[in-house]
Nanobody, 132 residues
Framework: QFQLVESGGGSVQAGGSLRLSCAAS??????MGWFRQAPGKEREGVAA?????????????SYADSVKGRFTISQDNATNTLYLQMNSLKPEDTAMYYC??????????????????????WGQGTQVAVSS
């Protein structure tokens, strides 16, 4: 059974940091990413999830303009864990953060960032709240 489990969310003040983790079991994924869904948009499903950062099968990464220079995506292949280091957090970063993965998307990190609906597997999400 394929499973993605996120952890590391929480409440911080603006300027603080958090590190999200996504433990993948049952598969070694080639394409992975972090997406977020703003408060009040839960009913809109995957379509409302904004790409935050993605990593492709070559290890190349891509970031949303709003998080460039502040967030870093990384992957530990030995433990099959995806990370998102978030620094200099802002109130507008407040959202539910989801890990997504897929076995068959042989696309660039830039493409992955823009195609949430093409990912086959999703975690349950972890909440991030940033106060001003």
């Amino acid at each position: 059974q394929f499973q993605l489990v996120e952890s590391g969310g929480g409440s911080v003040q603006a300027g603080g940091s958090l590190r999200l983790s996504c433990a993948a079991s049952g598969n070694t994924y080639s394409s992975m990413g972090w997406f977020r869904q703003a408060p009040g948009k839960e009913r809109e499903g995957v379509a409302a999830r904004e790409g935050v950062a993605a990593i492709d099968s070559d290890g190349s990464t891509s970031y949303a303009d709003s998080v460039k220079g502040r967030f870093t995506i990384s992957q530990d292949n030995a433990t099959n864990t995806l990370y998102l280091q978030m620094n200099s957090l802002k109130p507008e970063d407040t959202a539910m953060y989801y890990c997504a993965a897929d076995l068959h998307l042989g696309e660039s990190a830039w493409w992955l960032l823009l195609h949430a609906r093409d990912f086959g597997d999703w975690g349950q999400g972890t909440q991030v709240a940033v106060s001003s």
